[in-house]
Every structure is written in C-alpha cells, then in structure tokens.
C-alpha cells in the first residue's frame, strides 16, 4: 500500500459552492496496481475551478480516499469531514481498481466543486499493471462506459448514498507549567503533566497531576513556605475559531494537600510543617494553537474558589503569615500531542 498527503485548497461545500475559497486536505490510500496518486490528483484538479493547498496550520475540511482490495472486486471510499462536525462517507465498489478511482474522481470532484460536472474530463485512468489472474471465461466483462463529460460512475460498480456517521474520540498527552496563588500569599511556581480526551462534537476532557511551591515567603522576621500537591479534572465547551487558534471556557475542580512549613530564620529554632486537604473550583479560558499536524501550543487564565479556607500563622509571637481568599487567580502555558 502507498499513502500520499496532498493538500489542496478548493471552493466548495459538500452539498454547494462557497463564496470562497475553504482550505482542504485530499489524502490518497490504494494498492500499488491501481493508478497513483499523481492521477488521482491530476483528474481531481482538472474538474475543479480553484485549488491552492492549505497550511498545516489551518483548520481545514478533510477528503480522505482509500481503496481496497476485496475478491474478487474492489472497493473505494471518500469520507468527507468538516472541522469539529460529523463526517459522512461515500462508498463504491467495481470489478477493477481503476474503474473504481474514476468513480472516486468524479465523487470527490463533485463534493469540492458543484460546478465539477461542467467540465470535460480526460479519458479514463489507466490502471496500473497487475498480475491478478484473468477473469474466468463464464463471467465475460461488460460493455465500456460511453464518453460522456463527468457521467454517472463507470458500470460494474455499487454508489451507495452518503451515510453518516461518528468520528471516533481522540486523545491528548501534555505537559504544563503554571503559576498560581490561592494557597499562598505570592506567587508559586510549578508543573504538570494532563491526559485529555476530546469528543466527536469537541467537548473534552482533561484529567492534571501537579505540584507547585511558592519558596520562602517572609513576614516581618519569620519565613514560611507553601506548596500544592494534587490533581484536577476540567471540562471544556466546543471552542471558538481566532484565526488559526482556538478559544475554549471550561469549569474545573482540583483536590489535593497543601503544606505550609515554618523556616528557620534568625531566633527561631523550632518550625514545623502540616499538610492539609485542598479541593476547589475553577472557571478558565483556554487558548489552543495548533504548530504541526497533531502538535498543539495552549494557554489557561483561569479564577479560582478556593473551598478550603484556612489561615496560616506563627504561634510565637502571633503573627499571621496568610488566609486564603474567597478568590484567587492562576495561569499555565503547554504543549500537548494528540492521538491519534
């Protein structure tokens, strides 16, 4: 089997044309005795009025053509996808690979460009040589299709209508590094690393492990430290399109321990630490922009509510070192790969 991205850049909707243009990616899968994807590309581009490829960047409608080998015929499909939408397939079926490629020509034209059938096509693709052994002789072969300008589909093939269906969810591993405030009176620094799971419709996701610590935070002649270990679960509403990028809200909740440690300062020789449970809300914006085919860059800004409220202080002399506010703030910058 061969696989040959191309990307074109085309004007039209499934159903009907476009004001203008809509960036597209083709990608060709057949077995080596049917005709290549140069063909392929070729007969495409001769029933189509504009094509220009898309960037990686972009987010673009997607035409994904593969044809199979099934004894004693053969079977093509075009599956047609939209950005964050349900996507539809068309199927045909023929006794050689090449009639089925024309057929898959012809729909696939169709659906970029609804002026497609205007237009005088060449002959039909050869098809590549093969050693499939000759058809038997009670089984003679039909007669050939009658030139006709992007006719019905080539005899000795099945069209089936579109039919549709559901994409399957896909899957994200990252990394994040955050700054946040709502444990500790400064600003603490840390990481993570989140597993996301995103929907056919784009609802996601997001499962964090973090941990953060704010450093030495001092109070007239006394120090203490602070950190955060612990584990959120967000979930995000189909996002909003910002040029190559993607803006989405979420709602989230985190649970974990906090530690507030005293410091050894000067007159001070006894500290102690305690770990506490930690659960809050959230509500956060989060900014994708995709880099490279599966490669995605995003920033969060997020307002926190903290549900665990509790003040930190020294014991001797009384002095109170925090108290976790009603509402804090946190941001986080990553990068994430998603499968498949």
């Known amino acids: 089997m ?21 960036p597209i990616r083709l ?157 500790t009176p400064t600003l603490a620094l840390g990481g993570g690393a989140f597993f996301e799971l995103e929907s056919t419709r784009r609802w996601s996701g997001r499962l964090t492990a973090s941990y953060a610590d704010s450093g030495p935070v001092e109070r007239r002649d006394r120090a203490a430290r602070f950190a955060l270990a612990g ?3 967000d979930g995000c509403h189909p996002g909003l399109r910002l040029g190559i990028g993607e803006l989405t809200t979420c709602a989230a909740v985190e649970v974990g321990a906090t530690r507030a440690e005293g410091e050894r300062t000067a007159g001070v020789e006894s500290v102690r630490s305690a770990w506490d449970p930690w659960v809050s809300l959230a509500a956060l914006a989060r900014f994708r922009l995709p880099i490279a085919d599966r490669l995605e860059m995003h920033a969060d800004a997020a307002m926190v509510f903290p549900l665990t409220r509790r003040t930190f202080s020294f014991e001797t002399p009384d002095i109170v070192v925090y108290r976790v506010p009603l509402v804090a703030w946190a941001a986080g910058f990553g990068a994430s790969y998603r499968f498949p």
Do not use: H
């Open 2 to 22: 061969r696989v040959a991205p191309l990307a074109v850049f085309f004007s039209a909707l499934l159903g009907g044309g476009l004001a203008s243009a809509e």
């Open 27 to 183: 990608s060709y899968d057949a077995p080596a005795d049917c005709p290549n994807e140069e063909q392929f590309r070729r007969r495409v581009l001769e029933r189509v009025t504009r094509g220009d490829p898309a960037s990686v960047q972009e987010f673009a409608r997607t035409y994904a053509v593969r044809v199979e080998q099934s004894e004693p015929a053969y079977r093509g499909s075009v599956t047609f996808r939209k950005p964050d939408e349900e996507y539809a397939v068309r199927e045909v079926r023929g006794a050689s690979c090449a009639a089925v490629v024309d057929a898959l020509v012809v729909v696939t034209a169709l659906a970029i460009d609804a002026n497609a059938m205007e237009i005088e096509p060449e002959a039909p693709l050869p098809a590549a040589p093969t050693t499939a052994p000759p058809a038997e002789s009670e089984s003679p072969p039909g007669p050939p299709p009658g030139p006709a300008p992007i006719s019905p589909p080539p005899p000795g093939f099945d069209a089936p209508p579109p039919r549709a269906t559901t994409e399957p969810a896909r899957w994200t591993l990252g990394a994040v590094v955050a700054a946040k405030s709502a444990f």
């Open 231 to 233: 584990g959120s679960l």
